[in-house]
């Protein structure tokens, strides 16, 4: 839980929203399958806060940098704060339920 000051003095508490960050190589062997993957876990979970990112752009590039990811594809979920709360990397996917786990917890 995290909080807040609303403007009238009073403390406003939110859930923590965690965020699922897919880095991989659009044009690569693995590309399609993260793809179906996204367009399946997006279909059963709803995941508010989804983003893939291609490591082939800057953005996708210094996010991988940020966190010291080295294999590809790579599967994150970061907290509100930035901080990793379970990284997957290389060709095994996880399970689209423990990633949804991982991501309401």
Do not use: N
Not at 73 to 95: E, F, R
């Amino acid at each position: 839980m995290t909080y807040s000051k609303d403007f009238s003095g009073h403390v406003c508490y939110t859930e923590a929203i965690m965020k699922v960050l897919i880095l991989y190589r659009p044009d690569s062997e693995h590309g399609r399958l993260i793809e179906d993957f996204i367009h399946e876990f997006q279909e059963r979970h709803q995941p508010a806060h989804l983003e893939a990112l291609s490591i082939d752009t800057r953005d996708g590039s210094a996010t991988a940098a940020l966190y010291d990811i080295m294999q590809y594809p790579a599967i994150l979920v970061v907290q509100a704060d930035g901080g990793v709360q379970k990284v997957w990397q290389g060709d095994s996917l996880p399970l689209m339920d423990e990633v949804a786990a991982y991501a309401t917890a």
